[in-house]
């Protein structure tokens, strides 16, 4: 008997219980807890990063969102009214390249314990919530494990420990936490524009004795990204992803590519800029930053970035979403209004080709 199927079963983004990434800290007081987080994110200040806490004047219960969220420029006041659910939280925090949680409210999918004998009683009653202990930290050197932790946990006192004041390792280690999660980067040409201007298709055109598609792919894949084409057709190819958002251009292609993977960050190219090089290629993913929504690429004389020559992180994917659902399918219009990593380049890297004339001129130059 067949099962029927209701939905669609899309691939999801990677999330953790509040966040794509997250981790708690628990076994100690609130304010002990509050003060390791502040010097924590000023020393990772380079990351996006968001403190998640109950607010201590309400009962933790009817409070499911933090009343204020913590990163390295300041605070964030939020207010909110009833309980949020799971998918609230998320998009609360999917911009966020690390959360950090107060344990003592809320359960985190990783943890770090602070040992500290005052608070001996309520680690006991979290013990369970002690699943994915990434380090102890330790109030001084002379602070022991509880004996309800080494027959729970045997192998506990083999984690790495650091004591509270060690701010700079502490750090570093989370760092490298954040830094196991960057997402991996996989290439798209688009090669599904209808080519009005031009009277034929401008991917399959010629500038250097291959049809520039396979050229621009042949770019991305030389610098060991998995490289698929955007096509508007329906295809089984699986070097290739058909638009599931109909009409949109080149943001429906580069929606289609999150939905196909929402964990990937894609590097988006054109075929209509055969002046992109190998250099231009390595020089934007050099630059990456991963903490924004996307890198892209500027002539040094324009004001605008080049939307399809960019590497979009998979926090740009809900941003698109939210752009497309106020009736904008720009991707350029969201680069210019969120957070974007900016390489610039000399103009003529970044001519855009789209008549018989222009495309003969550019070969000959090409050729010469």
């Given amino acids: 008997m067949i099962k029927h199927k209701k939905h669609a079963n899309l691939a999801r983004r990677y999330n953790d219980n509040f966040a794509p990434n997250e981790i708690s800290f628990l076994g100690t ?5 509050s003060d390791l987080v502040t010097k924590i994110s000023r020393k990772l200040s380079k990351y996006k990063l968001a403190y ?17 969220v913590f990163h390295h420029e300041g605070n964030v006041q939020i207010t909110t009214s009833g309980n949020l659910n799971k998918f609230e939280q998320r998009l609360q925090f999917a911009q966020y390249d690390y959360v950090f949680i107060n344990g003592n409210h809320y359960q985190g999918a990783k943890q770090i314990l602070i040992l500290d004998e005052a608070k001996e009683a309520s680690v006991l009653k979290r ?10 930290v330790k109030l001084t050197k002379e602070t022991k494990y509880f004996s309800f932790l080494e027959e729970k946990y045997p192998q506990i006192k083999d984690l790495i420990c650091y004591t509270i004041d060690e701010v700079d390792k502490i750090s570093q280690h989370i760092n490298n936490l954040i830094e196991e999660k960057i997402a991996p980067v996989k290439g798209l040409v688009l090669a599904g524009g209808k080519s009005t201007r031009m009277g034929q298709d401008k991917s399959e055109l010629d500038y250097f004795g291959k049809p520039q598609k396979v050229f621009a792919k042949e770019l991305l894949e030389n610098n060991n990204l998995e490289t698929f084409y955007s096509v508007r057709d329906s295809s089984e190819n699986n070097q290739e992803i058909s638009d599931k958002f109909y009409n949109l251009g080149p943001f429906g292609g580069i929606c289609s590519a999150f939905q196909k993977d929402p964990n990937a960050a894609w590097f988006v190219l054109a075929t ?9 290629i390595q020089l934007l993913l050099k630059h990456r930053n991963s903490s924004k929504v996307a890198t892209a690429i500027k002539g040094e004389s324009n004001q605008f970035v080049e939307p399809l020559i960019t590497i979009y992180e998979p926090k740009a994917y809900p941003i698109l979403m939210q752009y497309l ?7 350029r219009k969201m680069l210019i209004n969120s957070d974007v990593e900016i390489v610039e380049v000399d103009n003529d890297f970044i001519r855009n080709i789209n008549t018989p004339e222009e495309y003969k001129s550019a070969k000959k130059e090409i050729r010469n």
């Fill in 325 to 331: 659902a106020q009736g904008y399918s720009c991707p």
């Fill in 127 to 136: 013990l369970d919530q002690l699943d994915s202990i990434q380090f102890v």
């Fill in 272 to 280: 209509d800029v055969p002046f992109i090089d190998a250099k231009i």
């Fill in 29 to 33: 007081n609130c304010g002990n807890i």
């Fill in 52 to 68: 998640f806490d109950a607010s201590h004047a309400k009962d933790v219960e009817e409070n499911s969102l933090s009343e204020f």
